[in-house]
């Protein structure tokens, strides 16, 4: 049976502090169309910004996830992408008018409560899942970080813990089913540890943090005064109670409510894969970073399992978007290894080249005489010097700039590419370029035939 896309039924306003910043800031979620996903709006901003919630945006998970685009950022959103993604809402607009989202509590329950209050309701759209067909791995050895995604029927979440802290010792939570989420983990608070909170403070955060909205775990006891010292930082005199264990002596809602508030901050990162999942996340010592790097390697899945069912289409009858005298002004190869011919499709985010083999190819002398085979490595370079054009399209004056390519990955050849065949060579960006450096997927097409695929990671630098 076909699930339907759901929206809010109307629109709902909450007003709170955002928590690092301390800013007053207003946020109200709004009914969006079809297919729409999750975004933000920064209506404080000249021209109201739209930033769009997805992984590829994500610039910032120190304490928090940031989210970057068209100039704007907004901060602090895994809360409130929790709640949308936990109740299972597929299109909102959320107009904000600051730089965070509001902490409200220190959990997704508010968001949660607004959102009922506002409704829900059907779409005629279908809902779109990213099915998990193989094991997708996010893994930071130095760090003990483990983020699996095993194939599944329906999303589920296992996280483990572990501070090496006497007083949280190893927790562990778990979201079988995201029916659960408002009552098993919506609740669930953020949380602190004592000795973090004036390192924190001097950094400029958590200006908006007070025991109403997290948990501040006491490792050892300390003196009065020090309580004292610390509680004047946010304006929280009176804090008496300084014993080993919660600071402000307020009773944990769950006996592993910080295991649950961390299954929570990863279900609202992995909203950034800008659909739902059907899989089974397996985590430990999951945090924004690591959750933002899974959401972007599940992203890279779906664009792939997208461009497999996309094959460009070459009508020689067209005019190329580049020709061969206008690649060379772009790349520094030539004969016998300038391996494009021609550009048919060129966009901010993709690119379709075009490489004609023929007989006279040097190569065919000696691979092979008998059974002339064009060299993988060469279909290869091919599709990186495609990819080369389409990230150089990126950067101003390009003939300045030359691509290194610094990671060939995943290579897989299906078929034999021989003297007569046209080798259409697709790339499509993975990810943002960043400092230079840009992820992509490769392929290789002889008609409707994939003939080789691979991710490449290139690095862009200007000429001396």
């Not at 304006?235 to 006996?255: C, D, Q, V, Y």
């Not at 399992?305 to 002004?329: A, G, H």
């Not at 016998?336 to 190569?363: Q, R, W």
């Amino acid at each position: 049976m076909s699930i339907k896309q759901r929206t809010l039924a109307r629109e709902v306003s909450l007003t709170g502090k955002g928590l690092h910043t301390g800013v007053d800031v207003n946020i109200t979620f709004k009914p969006a169309p079809e297919n729409h996903g999750y975004r933000f709006r920064r209506i404080d901003l000249p021209g109201m910004p739209v930033i769009n919630a997805v992984a590829d945006n994500v610039t910032e998970t120190s304490r928090g996830t940031t989210l970057e685009q068209n100039g704007a950022t907004v901060a602090t959103i895994e809360h409130v992408l929790a709640s949308f993604y936990g109740l299972n809402l597929d299109n909102v607009l959320v107009d904000i008018d600051g730089p965070e989202a509001p902490i409200m509590g220190g959990s997704s329950w508010k968001f949660v409560q607004a959102i009922k209050e506002a409704g829900i309701v059907e779409q005629e759209a279908e809902r779109n899942y990213f099915v998990v067909k193989k094991k997708i791995v996010y893994s930071d050895e130095e760090h003990g970080v483990d983020l699996i995604i095993y194939p599944d029927d329906h999303l589920s979440i296992n996280v483990l813990i572990d501070y090496n802290s006497r007083i949280l010792g190893n927790q562990y939570a778990m979201l079988n089913n995201k029916k659960d989420f408002e009552t098993e983990v919506a609740s669930s608070r953020t949380f602190v540890f004592f000795h973090e909170l004036e390192p924190l403070f001097n950094a400029g955060l958590i200006k908006g943090g007070d025991l109403d909205n997290a948990i501040v775990i006491l490792e050892k006891e300390v003196s009065q005064e020090e309580i004292d010292r610390i509680a004047r930082l946010f304006n929280k005199p009176n804090i008496s109670t300084h014993k080993e264990g919660i600071l402000n002596n307020t009773a944990l809602r769950f006996s592993n409510e910080p295991a649950r508030h961390k299954l929570l901050d990863l279900l609202g990162d992995m909203a950034l894969v800008g659909q739902h999942i059907k899989g089974k996340i397996v985590a430990t010592r999951p945090g924004h970073y690591s959750n933002t790097r899974l959401a972007m390697l599940v992203r890279q899945e779906i664009k792939k399992s997208t461009s497999k069912r996309n094959i460009p289409e070459y009508d020689p009858n067209l005019e190329p978007v580049m020709t061969v005298d206008e690649i060379k002004r772009r790349l520094p190869h030539r004969y016998p290894f300038l391996l494009v011919d021609k550009v048919i499709h060129l966009d901010d985010n993709s690119v379709v080249g075009v490489k004609n083999v023929t007989f006279n190819e040097l190569f065919f002398q000696g691979h092979f005489p008998e059974e002339p085979v064009m060299p993988g490595v060469l279909i290869v370079e091919a599709m990186a010097q495609a990819g080369g054009i389409l990230i150089l399209s990126t950067v101003d004056e390009p003939e300045k700039y030359s691509t290194y390519f610094l990671k060939i990955d995943k290579v897989k050849f299906k078929a034999k590419v021989v003297p007569g065949d046209t080798l259409l060579l697709k790339l499509e960006m993975t990810d943002s370029l960043r400092r230079g450096i840009a992820s992509m997927y490769g392929q290789a097409f002889v008609g409707n035939r994939l003939v080789a695929e691979g991710e490449l990671v290139a690095q862009v630098i200007k000429n001396k």
